[in-house]
């Protein structure tokens, strides 16, 4: 079996894998759940790579994080449930249908109108969902229903309050968010003080949520600040080891006034390297 372009050879590949008997034993007895997180650990892939701006690995992340869509696609259609092109005629669909802008008859729109027609073209695609499964309003439907609980904890928040905030439930004002994270902050300090790790874990989880908040209003993606404070970090310390080592000294041989010192002259270097 040789390379190709087609997404159809990609197909026949994992088929082959999955293939009773004949295929990779590794891919055969692998289930939804158990490839699930690779699944997760390719997305966070792509999104490293754009990050660093390497187009080279992108391509080749980009296809890791397709080959899970044929996997989970043709597990399920071993199960009878539906096969790659249903995936594929699905988002179709659906894209047409959320863009009638673009595809349809409402022309001209201004961008406020097309987001209130966004929503409630996902809000009928909700019920026709809920139809389709037999289900009923049970009276406790939530604004909140549908934000995946599996997606990290920052990005979650943030989904939880924009949904709150389309009804009204927000502050109008950014001043008043940081004054939340500082409330916050100081109930950590008080939790801490306390001695009750369930409390420090409660309050840092709302400090957390506030920040998520603080960052929504000011128009910034945490997980994408967290990442870029985390790539700041490695790459401050890294900078510590290598002028340690410069002594012949490593960090463990050194104290905290003497990495903290160092720390500062990383980052002055940086700052006048922006300048």
């Not at 927000?170 to 950590?188: H, P, Y």
């Not at 404070?229 to 000294?249: D, P, Y």
Request: one cysteine or more; glycine letters at 8%.
């Amino acid at each position: 079996m040789t390379p190709s372009s087609d997404i159809a050879r990609l197909i026949e590949i994992m088929a082959a894998l999955r293939a009773p008997g004949t295929g990779c034993p590794w891919d055969l007895e692998q289930t939804f759940e158990t490839i699930a997180p690779y699944t997760v650990e390719e997305a966070y892939e792509v999104a490293d790579a754009i990050q660093r701006g390497d187009l080279l690995d992108l391509k080749e992340e980009l296809g890791d994080l397709l080959l899970q869509v044929v996997y989970h696609a043709r597990m399920a259609e071993e199960r009878g449930a539906f096969g790659f092109g249903d995936v594929v005629e699905g988002v179709t669909r659906k894209l047409i249908r959320r863009h009638p802008h673009v595809f349809g008859e409402a022309r001209d729109l201004a961008p406020e109108a097309i987001a209130r027609l966004w929503s409630a073209i996902k809000a009928q695609e909700k019920a026709e969902k809920a139809a389709a499964r037999g289900g009923r309003d049970d009276g406790h439907a939530s604004l909140l229903d549908g934000i995946a609980l599996t997606l990290p904890g920052l990005t979650r928040a943030v989904k939880l309050q924009e949904k709150a905030a389309t009804v009204g439930f927000d502050w109008d004002d950014v001043a008043l968010v940081i004054g939340k994270v500082r409330e916050e902050a100081d109930e950590v300090a008080e939790a801490v003080a306390s001695g009750d790790r369930d409390a420090v874990e409660d309050e840092i989880g709302d400090l957390l949520c506030a920040v998520a908040n603080l960052a929504r209003h000011a128009g910034v993606d945490p997980e994408a600040a967290v990442r870029r404070s985390n790539s700041k970090f490695e790459r401050r310390f890294r900078s510590i080891e290598q002028q340690l080592a410069k002594m012949g000294k490593t960090p463990a041989d050194s104290d905290l006034d003497e990495m903290d010192s160092l720390w500062n002259r990383a980052k002055e270097l940086e700052r006048r390297a922006r300048e």
